[in-house]
């Protein structure tokens, strides 16, 4: 069955970077577009941005553009997203979800970020 | 950016009732296509994130026939019907149509 699996909880420090992996098993990786998604109690969920493993090619929310970078190795089946510049505010859950006709079909148990000195 | 509304943060409901959870977005949610792009979704702690219902009204494989999407243009609903305790979850709603894709604030169901 499809499964993304995701990393672990990261606790990291402002100004910071961290990079979050979501490994793909059950279907053909390139075959589907992957979104990621971040939660906080605050916000709710809001989308960063969508990656097309098979090209490559991505398209971001404009919120989230020079904070996310979404990448993936064809590989191992994997996808990345690296968030920068950290601020408390990037503190959240963070989602990988891969979309299947326009739906976020199966989705990964979630990354917990937490950015404090 | 489109914006959908779940007006109920929290629904109280006891097992074998029907919840409505209702959804309204913004613009229509409406393609050339003939299809709505709202697809419905359930979080429930300890579990991966769901998704229940997409084009507003199909089922996704394996999901109970108790659960039923309806609406069309802007106004969405998610139905339960017999409610069971396992339902007991957070409900989001998610518009596909247009970038960037925006989800509905959320609406929990809580057991009477």
């Known amino acids: 069955q499809v499964q993304l699996q995701q990393s672990g909880a990261e606790l990291v420090k402002p100004g910071t970077s961290v990079k979050l992996s979501c490994k793909a098993s059950?279907?053909?990786?390139?075959?589907?577009?992957m979104n990621w998604i971040k939660q906080t109690t605050g916000q709710g969920l809001e989308w960063i941005g969508i990656?097309?493993?098979?090209?490559?090619?991505?398209s971001y929310n404009v919120k989230f553009k020079g904070k996310a970078t979404l990448t993936v190795d064809k590989s191992s089946s994997t996808a990345f997203m690296q968030l920068s510049s950290l601020t408390p505010e990037d503190s959240a859950v963070y989602y990988c979800?891969?979309?299947?006709?326009?739906?976020?079909?199966?989705w990964g148990q979630g990354a917990s970020v937490t950015v404090s000195s | 950016q489109i914006t959908l509304t779940q007006q109920a943060e929290s629904l109280w409901v006891s097992p074998g009732e029907k919840v409505s959870i209702t959804c309204r977005a913004s613009q229509s949610l409406l393609y050339t296509d003939g299809k709505h792009y709202l697809s419905w979704y359930q979080q429930r702690p300890g579990q991966t994130t769901k998704a229940l219902i997409y084009h507003a009204s199909i089922r996704t494989d394996g999901v109970p026939t108790r659960f039923i999407g309806s609406g069309s243009g802007t106004e969405f609903t998610l139905s339960i019907e017999d409610v069971q305790p396992e339902d007991i979850a957070l409900y989001y709603c998610?518009?596909?149509?247009?970038?960037?894709?925006?989800f509905g604030g959320g609406t929990k169901l809580e057991l009477k």
């Open positions: 059950g279907y053909t990786f390139t075959s589907n577009h």
């Open positions: 979800a891969r979309v299947d006709d326009y739906v976020m079909d199966a």
């Open positions: 998610l518009q596909t149509l247009k970038k960037p894709w925006t």
């Open positions: 990656i097309n493993p098979g090209s490559g090619g991505t």
